[in-house]
């Protein structure tokens, strides 16, 4: 077991930290001498127990394990319930009781669709007394389009998406990713032909290796062709550091491991090894970005507004070549040439070195392998998290020692293999979910409960979410009638024509819009495996004078006199059924009444001022 250094209470530093400083110190000093001597020692593997490493939980293969046996034979819907249920009676305790079927249309629109329910599909659920409603609302929502761009939204932060660099100089944007649209064109795509997941990474990886792939397929490459690029790119230094960013993108988004920690040392947690890095950076050291037409040709443009429409950015094999391990990450220090291979953690008895150009449909292939035990496991935990608000596993990108455990270890390896089992169906595996009797309790919460489980890791209860910035936005520009269905080239966020989805918004390195960051999308130069949470005044102050807002709101009042007619408890409650999926009560009604009596102010109607106030509400803001 590894153990992180212990913390000082009185110092808020590390134990011993003044002594570890005079190690480092002293190390750093021997190391400097053994660089100048040239006898710094090449980095050896042969420490660790790769047998005993391999036993470790997120690195044996998932076995589909036993239902555990429960008392309340009632309450699973589908099996991973009983895992669920198993947990919670091992602790005397019970799950929350059925949400009501207003939270459950609006909590499923919001989770597959990542907008709210019409008023209308909402009546129209509440009235259908078949069996089979709620099964059927779902595969509703899985078969809208819809469906891709909400998952999109939450993949292209893992691929760290983005349509320029995060360094300009003067004009020059040669760097920079006109056409990044048709690799988020492609993710949408794929979810919604609910391509199986492992083909869905073999693509990313080497989609022009696969025979039969061409034509958009190729799009899936901007995965790795709209990585980081540097200036100064052909030095060895710069070029290090672009693979760097090949490495940790892959081996986080995809197999849950840090590996690119391993690149100046061996890894303190994990068992990866600096050769185990270096095997796979020669891949991408083996392997061009480039802008390439559809007829095969490079686009040579120097500036962004000169290329052409069709070029996609992708990547290609370039000179093939091994590695030298540089010790210590210093590239004027080189140690023995690393063959390209996959991690000896996770190579299989028939692996062994990359021989087909760069290695990537190798590295693809055992990646996308059934044999591997982080694949499935890493994707089943995503989406465990993006349904239900908390991973099984809490560090989604860190399955290692470094990471922490699983709290339903079982339920994780069984959502894994079903995910396999159902030829790798993200669908499948997020039906499973929202079916579940787990999916669909309330997000009150016990005292009882809370006491025992305040972070909710048993899964008594649904959890609370807050909307991402992208539902928020998106749920403003539909209540006030103003959403556009449509994607292709990205637009400015900011841009006032803008209103489509904010998944087709331009996401920049260089900088990020000022909207996005203040709700906490992630920062696109790295790959992104959570969001922060945060709520500042700021963000309060946005919502009360942003012009876009003001905008929704004066849209909204408009729409509301058109439908609901000249009565303001009308208008009032179809604002609520827009907003909120519910009627108001009778205090929330009273209070709205006597609001909109009061005289208007000079910018803003009174409707207008009540239109905004019901966009920014919390109820607005979260999903129960």
């Known amino acids: 077991m590894r153990e992180p250094l212990r913390t000082d209470v009185s110092s808020g530093q590390p134990r011993g930290v003044r002594w570890i400083t005079l190690f480092v110190l002293a190390g750093c000093w021997i190391l400097s001498f053994g660089r ?15 047998q005993e490493e391999r036993q470790f939980w997120s690195f044996q293969p998932p076995k589909l394990p036993a239902r555990p046996a429960v008392r309340n034979e009632t309450w699973p819907r589908q099996p991973l319930d009983y895992f669920i249920l198993a947990r919670l009676e091992a602790r005397e305790l019970q799950p929350a009781v059925e949400a009501d079927r207003r939270t459950l249309v609006r909590r499923l629109s919001f989770d597959l669709n990542g907008l709210p329910p019409t ?3 909402v009546k129209a659920f509440l009235e259908d007394q078949r069996g089979d409603a709620y099964e059927r609302l779902v595969e509703r929502l899985l078969a809208s389009p819809r469906f891709g761009e909400k998952m999109a939204s939450l993949w292209l932060p893992l691929a760290r998406y983005a349509e320029d660099q995060a360094h300009q100089v003067g004009s020059d944007t040669k760097y920079f990713y006109p056409n990044a649209y048709k690799y988020r064109e492609w993710v949408i795509d794929a979810f919604n032909r609910d391509l199986s997941y492992a083909e869905f990474l073999r693509f990313q990886l080497a989609a022009d290796k696969i025979e039969g792939v061409a034509g958009a397929d190729l799009a899936a490459l901007g995965f790795l062709g709209l990585g980081p690029k540097y200036y100064g ?33 061996d890894h303190k947690y994990e068992p990866v090894t600096m050769r185990d890095y270096y095997a796979l950076a020669g891949v991408f050291a083996s392997t061009e970005m480039v802008n390439k037409r559809p007829d095969g040709e490079i686009d040579k443009a120097g500036k962004e507004e000169e290329m052409t429409s069709a070029t996609l950015h992708m990547v290609q094999d370039g000179e093939v070549r091994d590695l030298h391990v540089f010790l210590r990450g210093n590239v004027e220090n080189q140690g023995p040439v690393v063959e390209r291979r996959f991690l000896q953690l996770l190579d299989p008895p028939a692996g062994g070195r990359f021989e087909e150009g760069s290695g990537r449909l190798e590295l693809a292939d055992a990646i996308a392998s059934p044999d591997n035990p982080l694949t499935a496991r890493v994707m089943a935990n995503r989406v465990w998290g993006w349904f239900t608000g908390r991973p099984l596993a809490p560090t989604p990108s860190n399955l290692g020692h470094s990471g922490e455990p699983p709290s339903h270890p079982e339920l994780l390896d069984h959502l894994a293999v079903r995910l396999m089992a159902a030829d790798w169906s993200v669908k499948s595996l997020a039906r499973e979910i929202v079916l579940s009797s787990a999916y669909r309790q309330v997000s009150d919460e016990d005292p009882a409960l809370a006491t025992v489980d305040p972070g909710n890791a048993l899964f008594g209860r649904m959890n609370r979410r807050r909307l991402s910035v992208e539902q928020w936005r998106d749920s403003v520009l539909w209540v006030a009638g103003n959403l556009e ?7 400015e966020l900011d841009d006032p024509e803008n209103h489509r989805r904010t998944v ?14 203040q709700f906490d999308y992630p920062d696109a130069n790295v790959h992104a495996e959570d969001r922060a949470v945060t709520t500042t005044p700021t963000q309060k102050l946005f919502l009360l004078n942003s012009p876009f807002v003001i905008e929704q709101a004066k ?3 408009a729409r509301l006199a058109v439908e609901a007619g000249h009565a303001d408890a009308d208008r009032v409650r179809r604002a609520y059924g827009l907003l909120l999926s519910r009627e108001p009560d009778a205090a929330e009604l009273g209070l709205a009444l006597d609001f909109l009596q009061l005289p208007d102010s000079p910018e803003m109607s009174r409707w207008e001022q009540y239109a905004q106030v019901l966009m920014v509400s919390n109820e607005m803001l979260y999903v129960d």
């Open 36 to 50: 100048a001597n040239g006898s710094s020692p090449a980095p050896a593997d042969e420490a660790i127990h790769w």
């Open 233 to 265: 790119r052909k030095r060895l230094e710069v070029m290090a550091d672009e693979w760097e960013d090949r490495v940790d993108t892959v081996t986080r988004t995809m197999l849950g491991l840090t590996v690119a920690c391993a690149r100046c040392h």
């Open 119 to 121: 008023p209308e599909e």
């Open 504 to 517: 087709y918004a331009r996401v920049s390195r260089l900088k990020l819009n000022d909207f996005l960051m």
């Open 555 to 557: 849209a909204l009042a």
């Open 485 to 491: 269905p449509v994607g292709g080239r990205s637009l």
